[in-house]
Structure formats: structure tokens, C-alpha cells
């Protein structure tokens, strides 16, 4: 296939689990032509139809800043808008009903630099113009850490910056949301800011971001509990929501990217459960949400095993907590109409 490794993954077939359950998937990215990002350089509409219409009954997405399409000129901090003008131009595509009932892209999530403090009203003011009906708030890349094999974004405690936390109280004044990418260390830094910010929705991203390959390879009994104890300090803040996914990036080194037949979602699920489980618990349903984050998870599973995986390790919860895990918890925090 030119864009994937779709022949890899189709050696992994199984039939749709529970494909009525209404589900809507929290956080996957489009871009094309992307530098690194072998094997999915091209992740757009029909890349995602091909997926969130193989067998789950997906209601709606959302769209995660990733750096795509930003404006090739004028000032620096406005070119991140490229990206929510041409994510708009999909999502329209998707409402117009040619390629189904599912809605891709109801809300999106843009960028803009915190660290501009109150100077990044005018870009949040731009990013709400390129998409008056779905722009929702921002995702800010705060990812810092020692190991040299992850790509750092930021420095070292930028959340506790005044600067940044100046931005972040614009963003709130103004009703909107926060995701945020990190390494598992910065989880308690992320607690005490939203001690700072109490009324900002803030999202964590992917189980909290952990990493068991390079400098952390085999220390899982060093990682893990610093890694509960981020969790543990995260949910104990009300306006912090977690997102339950990411764990088919190789850096969280289950080396599923790698096998010569793809996992199967039994094993998947087993794999999987000890993360999102503690999550659930120190959240609750009503603040957590299964994620895709297609494409870069798809390096190792297919979109159908994976929430497979899902509706299994979830089978314990009750149907109220299931919709929420599910859907209801991610329509109301991006403010997505059923």
C-alpha cells in the first residue's frame, strides 16, 4: 500500500466486538507529506474514513494539533492558524455526509504558544476565526526530559513559567480547553499547574506519556511508581481529564511495531489493562477516554483491534461507566453534540 503498512496489519483479522456502542474517538491527527513521519507521511480524510469505518460505530473525532500545514509566512506565532484552516476544510467535508454518518474532526484542537503570555489572545482570536463552529482550544507540546532518545519540545518546568501560566488564564478567560503531551516525569509538575489554572479544562495525553526504551528500557520497577504517583497527583486536580491510548508509539517499548504478524486484540488487551485501569481508577470514567491517536499508533495495530482491545478491557465496567470511557466523557469535554 503506498501510505502504510495496511498489508502488514491486514494479517490480523478479526470480527467487530459490540459494534453498535457508540463511540467517539478523542484524539487522532491529518497531515501529508509529513518529514519523519514513515510510514504514514500522508494521514488525511480518507486515510481516517478507511479506519473509523472499519467495523466500530464512531460518532465523531477530534483533531489534534501536529504541526501540519501551518502558513508558510508572516509572523511566527500566527502560522500554527495554516493548520485549523485546513483541518476545517476537511471536517466540512466529513458533515457534507458523502462519506457517511461519522463526523471527523467535530472539534479541533489548534496550537498556540503559551509562553506568549496575554500576547496570545489575538492568535487564540485567530485560531477561533478559522474555525468559528468546532475550534475548541489548543494542545501545547510540553514534552522535556533527560533521556536523549525523546524529542524534547520544551525546557525544563515550563509549566510552573509565569509567562506560561499567564497564557494558560487566557485560555480559560476565553472558554477554552487544554491538551497537553508530556514525559511521565512532568506529571506532578502538570498538578501543581492546574492548581494555578483551576478552571481550565486541562487534558492529559496519552496514559501520562510514559517511555520504557532508552534510558528507562527494563526499569519498569523505577518507572512505574513514579509514573502512579504523576497519575495519582493529576487526578486528584478536578479540571484534569486523561486520555487512555498512545500505547502503540514504540516508545513505550511493548515492540508490537515490530512482530511479523500484528497483535491480536486478546493480547492487546491484557497488555494494555494494568496502564488504563490504574488510570480509570484514580479518574473515574466520567474523566477518562479511549483515544486512537491514529496514525502514529497504527505502526502497530489496526484501528478495528484496537478498540477491540478497548471494549475488552472494559468489559468489568458498568454501561454507564463503558459510555463514558467510550463517548459521553469526550463529547462533553471538546463540546461535541451527540
Same mark, same amino acid.
Given at each position: 500500500?503506498?501510505?502504510?503498512?495496511?498489508?502488514? @496489519?491486514?494479517? $490480523?483479522?478479526?470480527? $467487530?466486538?459490540?459494534?453498535?456502542?457508540?463511540?467517539?474517538?478523542? /484524539?487522532?491527527?491529518?497531515?501529508?507529506?509529513?518529514?519523519?513521519?514513515?510510514?504514514?507521511?500522508?494521514?488525511?480524510? /480518507?486515510?481516517?474514513?478507511?479506519?473509523?469505518?472499519?467495523? &466500530?460505530?464512531?460518532?465523531?473525532?477530534?483533531?489534534? +494539533?501536529?504541526?501540519?500545514?501551518?502558513?508558510?509566512?508572516?509572523?511566527?506565532?500566527?502560522?500554527?492558524?495554516?493548520?485549523?484552516?485546513?483541518?476545517? *476544510? @476537511?471536517?466540512?467535508?466529513?458533515?457534507? #455526509?458523502?462519506?457517511?454518518?461519522?463526523?471527523?474532526?467535530?472539534?479541533?484542537?489548534? &496550537?498556540?504558544?503559551?509562553? @506568549?503570555?496575554?500576547?496570545?489572545?489575538?492568535?487564540?482570536?485567530? !485560531?477561533?476565526?478559522?474555525?468559528?463552529?468546532?475550534?475548541?482550544?489548543?494542545? /501545547?507540546?510540553?514534552?522535556?526530559?533527560?533521556?536523549?532518545?525523546?524529542?524534547?519540545?520544551? $525546557?525544563?518546568?515550563?509549566?510552573?513559567?509565569?509567562?506560561?501560566?499567564?497564557?494558560?488564564?487566557? @485560555?480559560?478567560?476565553?472558554?477554552?480547553?487544554?491538551?497537553?503531551?508530556?514525559?511521565?516525569?512532568? !506529571?506532578?509538575?502538570?498538578?501543581?499547574?492546574?492548581?494555578?489554572?483551576?478552571?481550565?479544562?486541562?487534558?492529559?495525553?496519552?496514559?501520562?506519556?510514559?517511555?520504557?526504551? *532508552?534510558?528507562?528500557?527494563?526499569?519498569?520497577?523505577?518507572?512505574?511508581?513514579?509514573?502512579?504517583?504523576?497519575?495519582?497527583?493529576?487526578?486528584?486536580?478536578?479540571?484534569?481529564?486523561?486520555?487512555?491510548?498512545? !500505547?502503540?508509539?514504540?516508545?513505550? #517499548?511493548?515492540?508490537?511495531?515490530?512482530? +511479523?504478524?500484528?497483535?491480536?486484540?486478546?493480547? !492487546?488487551?491484557?497488555?494494555?489493562?494494568?496502564?488504563?485501569? &490504574?488510570?480509570?481508577?484514580?479518574?473515574?470514567?466520567?474523566?477518562?477516554?479511549?483515544?486512537?491517536?491514529?496514525?502514529?499508533?497504527?505502526?502497530?495495530?489496526?484501528?478495528?483491534?484496537?478498540?477491540?482491545?478497548?471494549?475488552?478491557?472494559?468489559?468489568?465496567?458498568?454501561?454507564?461507566?463503558?459510555?463514558?470511557?467510550? /463517548?459521553? $466523557?469526550?463529547?462533553?469535554?471538546?463540546?461535541?453534540?451527540?
Amino acid at each position: 500500500m503506498p501510505y502504510g503498512y495496511n498489508d502488514w @496489519l491486514a494479517l $490480523t483479522q478479526e470480527p $467487530t466486538l459490540e459494534p453498535d456502542l457508540p463511540i467517539c474517538d478523542p /484524539h487522532h491527527h491529518f497531515w501529508d507529506l509529513r518529514p519523519g513521519s514513515v510510514p504514514y507521511q500522508r494521514y488525511l480524510l /480518507h486515510e481516517l474514513n478507511a479506519d473509523i469505518y472499519s467495523g &466500530h460505530n464512531i460518532r465523531s473525532t477530534v483533531f489534534l +494539533e501536529a504541526r501540519s500545514m501551518y502558513r508558510a509566512g508572516g509572523p511566527e506565532e500566527l502560522r500554527p492558524v495554516g493548520e485549523v484552516e485546513f483541518v476545517q *476544510g @476537511l471536517a466540512a467535508a466529513s458533515a457534507s #455526509g458523502v462519506y457517511g454518518e461519522s463526523r471527523a474532526a467535530a472539534a479541533i484542537m489548534g &496550537h498556540a504558544d503559551l509562553k @506568549l503570555g496575554a500576547d496570545v489572545t489575538p492568535v487564540l482570536e485567530a !485560531l477561533q476565526a478559522a474555525s468559528p463552529n468546532r475550534f475548541r482550544g489548543i494542545r /501545547h507540546n510540553i514534552t522535556w526530559n533527560t533521556d536523549p532518545t525523546w524529542d524534547n519540545r520544551e $525546557t525544563e518546568g515550563i509549566v510552573n513559567d509565569a509567562k506560561f501560566i499567564e497564557g494558560a488564564k487566557v @485560555l480559560s478567560q476565553m472558554g477554552l480547553s487544554l491538551d497537553i503531551m508530556q514525559s511521565f516525569p512532568q !506529571l506532578a509538575e502538570i498538578a501543581e499547574f492546574a492548581k494555578a489554572v483551576p478552571d481550565l479544562p486541562i487534558i492529559v495525553n496519552h496514559v501520562g506519556g510514559v517511555s520504557r526504551v *532508552g534510558i528507562y528500557a527494563g526499569k519498569d520497577d523505577e518507572i512505574i511508581p513514579v509514573w502512579k504517583e504523576g497519575i495519582t497527583a493529576a487526578a486528584a486536580c478536578h479540571n484534569v481529564t486523561m486520555k487512555l491510548g498512545g !500505547l502503540g508509539m514504540p516508545r513505550f #517499548g511493548f515492540g508490537w511495531h515490530a512482530r +511479523e504478524i500484528p497483535i491480536g486484540s486478546e493480547e !492487546l488487551a491484557e497488555s494494555m489493562a494494568p496502564w488504563m485501569r &490504574h488510570c480509570i481508577e484514580q479518574f473515574g470514567p466520567d474523566r477518562c477516554m479511549f483515544e486512537s491517536n491514529f496514525p502514529p499508533d497504527k505502526v502497530s495495530f489496526s484501528y478495528n483491534v484496537m478498540y477491540n482491545a478497548f471494549k475488552r478491557l472494559s468489559k468489568e465496567y458498568s454501561a454507564a461507566e463503558r459510555a463514558a470511557l467510550f /463517548h459521553d $466523557t469526550a463529547v462533553r469535554v471538546y463540546g461535541i453534540e451527540p
